[in-house]
Nanobody
Framework: QVQLVESGGGLVQAGGSLRLSCAASGRTFSSYTMGWFRQAPGKEREFVAEIRRIGGRTYYADSVKGRFTISRDSAKNTVYLQMNSLQPEDTGVYYC???????????WGRGTHVTVSS
């Protein structure tokens, strides 16, 4: 049973940086494709970044490409999101999730809040 816990959010000024972490308990998620999502106030949850379980290929939403970097440390059962050049539109609750080799999707964590002031 895998449980996800996001952390690392906070308040930062525009142009600043934050590194988010998503730690998984239970089964290692080395075999899972992991992704980051975010939800701004009053908006639907949207895709931010993904790292594939096979090959480790990464994909990003156009809005964050070149500014955010997703990575993983399988030994620590943790996936990271390095966020640079943050802008007010990056404000929201950030969540991680994963999809396993059998197509199963993990339960959502509680998320971590990111607020970027102008």
């Amino acid at each position: 049973q895998v449980q996800l816990v996001e952390s690392g959010g906070g308040l930062v000024q525009a142009g600043g940086s934050l590194r988010l972490s998503c730690a998984a308990s239970g089964r290692t998620f080395s075999s899972y494709t992991m992704g980051w999502f975010r939800q701004a106030p009053g908006k639907e949850r949207e895709f931010v970044a993904e790292i594939r379980r096979i090959g480790g290929r990464t994909y990003y939403a156009d809005s964050v490409k070149g500014r955010f970097t997703i990575s993983r440390d399988s030994a620590k059962n943790t996936v990271y999101l390095q966020m640079n050049s943050l802008q007010p539109e990056d404000t929201g609750v950030y969540y991680c999730n994963g999809r396993g080799p059998t197509g199963n999707v993990l339960a959502w964590g509680r998320g971590t809040h990111v607020t970027v002031s102008s």
